[in-house]
């Protein structure tokens, strides 16, 4: 294509976009790695700091728990007192945690939305307008901040049944 538009037009240049549009392709890709690693990299420290406030939770009502636990209270009780706590303590943490993190999300995708114009759509890529902003977000993303805090919660119940279970085992 280059040999034969320069020579009906000298001097014409071809740019080939193909390697640059494979090295964002693998930038996108890495940066998507990153994110997720981040991701299970915060869901585990939530579950070590969730089993150790467990354990320390347990400690310090041993003494209660060993007279619930004599006087017959099923371990799926106990655990389960112990686990609604923690589960509607994480559920107000995911949501209070997801209403700070809208504002800069928002502010973020405001600032990329000029990259994923398509340059059929519009030969110059602007910001869009702070009114049009909700209409454009990607639905996956409001799942995502919906679904953020009921993970949590879910995590936080999920550690402390298990941590309380297997405390309960170790009781004579």
């Known amino acids: 294509l280059e040999q034969t538009l320069n020579t009906r037009i ?7 976009n193909a390697e640059w549009s494979s090295r964002l392709r693998a930038l996108a890709a890495s940066l998507l790695a990153c994110a997720a690693l ?9 579950t070590m700091i969730t089993a150790l406030a467990t354990r320390t939770g347990l400690a310090t009502r041993r003494d209660i728990i060993e007279i619930l636990h004599g006087l017959g209270a099923s371990d799926s ?4 007192r112990f686990a609604g706590r923690t ?5 107000g943490g995911g949501l209070v945690g997801t209403i700070l993190a809208i504002a800069p999300l928002v502010l973020l995708f405001r600032m990329a939305t000029p990259f994923a ?4 759509q519009s030969t110059v890529a602007t910001m869009p307008d702070w009114r049009t902003l909700p209409s454009m977000l990607p639905t996956d993303l409001l ?30």
Not at 10 to 16: A, F, I, Q, R
Not at 117 to 120: G, N, Q, R, W
Request: hydrophobic share 60%.
């Open 10 to 16: 000298p001097g014409t240049v071809v740019e080939h």
């Open 38 to 46: 981040a991701l299970a990299t915060v869901g585990g420290i939530a």
């Open 77 to 80: 009780y106990i655990a389960g």
């Open 87 to 91: 589960g509607i303590l994480a559920l």
């Open 117 to 120: 114009v398509s340059s059929l």
């Open 143 to 172: 799942i995502s901040l919906i679904a953020l805090p009921f993970a949590a919660a879910f995590i936080g119940w999920a550690t402390t049944q298990t941590m309380v279970r297997l405390w309960l085992r170790r009781l004579p």
